[in-house]
């Protein structure tokens, strides 16, 4: 138990340099999304009305099915960000920089609608929990990704698949959990502070 927390540390040090990237991915997304919210490209796809109409759609599920389908969806795509980083690192770096911009819009039109206080009271509470998780999973992306780079160019002699077992460890000892409790104040927490 001591050796795997040791390795555990040990690999959440290694992957600093990738968590910081995945934060500046997302940073930079989420400011795409919070400056570019009146674009011509996002009021000709109305995403304003479609939120509006998923927004409601989920406000009618039971929450314990609602936590459940947050959690897997997230779990899921968090999954197959770390296993598809095998691909040069693409994926993971598409998935985090398209969930800022999705995550600025929503906020700057929930500013607009609602006010700053209580926009950020939909998203702190299970974000707390969820960012990380899925930032870690994009930090993970990105390492396999630059490990499975250097592979295909011959200058690394650290087998890819040994690194993605490694995150994938991490997936289910560290990124589970994370999402699992964020999940369950999404549908708990955060849908009784949106209600009000």
């Known amino acids: 138990m001591i050796y795997l927390l040791n390795d555990l540390r040990k690999y959440l040090r290694q992957l600093g340099v990738y968590i910081a990237a995945a934060i500046l991915l997302l940073s930079l997304g989420v400011l795409g999304g919070i400056f570019l919210a009146d674009h011509p490209v996002f009021s000709g796809l109305k995403l304003r009305d479609s939120l509006g109409e998923f927004s409601r ?26 296993v598809l980083g095998v691909i040069c690192g693409i994926v993971p770096v598409v998935f985090i920089v398209v969930n800022g911009v999705a995550i600025g819009f929503v906020l700057r039109v929930s500013v607009e609608s609602k006010g700053i206080a209580s926009s950020l009271l939909g998203i702190i509470p299970h974000g707390i929990f969820e960012l990380p998780g899925i930032t870690l999973g994009v930090a993970i992306g990105l390492r396999v990704g630059l490990y499975a780079t250097k592979r295909l160019i011959g200058r690394s002699g650290t087998a890819v698949g040994s690194e993605l077992r490694r995150g994938l460890q991490l997936f289910g000892t560290v990124i589970v959990p994370l999402l699992f409790v964020g999940a369950v104040i999404e549908a708990f927490l955060t849908a009784a502070l949106i209600g009000k």
Not at 59 to 69: R, T
Not at 72 to 77: C, P, V, Y
Request: aromatic content about 12%.
């Open 57 to 82: 759609l989920f406000s009618n599920f039971p929450k314990p099915l609602l936590a459940l389908a947050v959690f897997i969806n997230n779990a899921l795509k968090t999954l197959l960000v770390i």
